[in-house]
């Protein structure tokens, strides 16, 4: 594992000396590999056998829209949505995919007409997560086309706005710009949870993505869930994973379950784990310790800003929090053009501004990491000098 891990350059590495001094911090994925310590400690809680003959049919439940979801998947996804209370789960059809990023290619598929003379619009506010861009242009497909900032968007035609919120790569709670009959809405919550932004009233859109990659951390599982209200909508967003995967692992959606009971579990009262908090709890502070960290490091060195994030009231800790993005969206200070470069050459990988279609002296720095990478990248924050 070490050896495979070494070999995968582009990402965190443990290589370098002991005090990290030399070693290259990669900051620029969003891997959620700090939740690896909470799982640790949950043990076997969440193990699970699959015999060998289990599994082994394509279909899942025949009379539902979505014939690949598991049962026991689909309802733990409710559960874990009454739960938090996050979103709205009455009256939706789920439909499970490889990831969310395979549900926002479905979603872009079932909300484009077929007939239509011209590609259907694309748009999303700046900064917007940089994979949005490529993942609808990749394959040049006659239904839809990215066209940028939704901002600046001013045709006067069908459109698909992607709302994500919070945001990545700021943080920040959004809601739909355009605002014109003629759009439908992909609202993207992946960071909708207690851990990174106060939860103030479950979200009831038409059509809602969310993943483990994000939620519990499980992002190498490939699992998300779309909450749709069009039934229409959910049948061709399913016809689309049948065509692209022929269905989503029932591996993968089984060992989800667990992961998602395990977390609901130990949010009940009284169905908490004896010797544990809560898996959001966790998140919390591990995130509110790292955020303050940061916070410090950047007052310190004096080159940098941060977003500000207002606090409000979160439904799920019955408290007034400040939000704590699993990603910080820095800005270089004192005329650095280049954020990503100057960062760079301190060791420090990072994804510069131009990739979420803004200027080059933002970038978007993972806050998920693993202890010993997030104090790395503290510390060497900390001795950055102009
Ligand atoms: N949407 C947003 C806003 C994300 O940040 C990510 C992951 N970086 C995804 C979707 C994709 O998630 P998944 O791993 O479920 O494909």
Known sequence: ???????????STRSGDHEGGERVINLDHGDPTMYEIFWRQMGDKTTITIPGW??????SDITNICWFLEPEFAKEVVRLHKVVGNAVTEGR???????????FLAALYALSPHDAAQPK???SAAPYYSSYPSMTDYQKSGLYRWAGDAQSFDKDEPYIELVTSPNNPDGYVRRSVVNRTEGALVHDLAYYWPQYTPISSPADHELMLFTVS?????????????LVKDQEVAKKMTKFIELNTIGVSKDSQLRAA????????????EGSFEEG???????HNVLAERWKQLRAAVQQSGMF???????????FFSQVLEAQPAFVWLKCEQGIEDCESFLRRHKILTRGGKHFGVTPDYVRISMLDRDENFNLFINRLKAIEG
Request: proline share 3%; with cysteine.
């Open 214 to 226: 994000k939620s519990t951390g499980h992002a190498g599982m490939r699992i998300g869930w779309a």
């Open 54 to 59: 289990q599994s082994m049919s394509y279909f």
């Open 93 to 103: 059809y789920i439909v499970v995919g490889t990831g969310s990023s395979q549900l």
């Open 305 to 315: 800003s941060l977003p500000n994030f207002s606090p409000a009231f979160c439904t």
């Open 277 to 283: 908090e809560s898996f959001f709890n966790f998140g």
């Open 121 to 123: 619009s694309v748009v």
């Open 258 to 269: 667990n992961v998602l009971k395990a977390v609901s579990d130990s949010c009940g009262r």
């Open 1 to 11: 594992v070490q050896r495979a891990r070494l070999s995968v350059s582009n990402f």
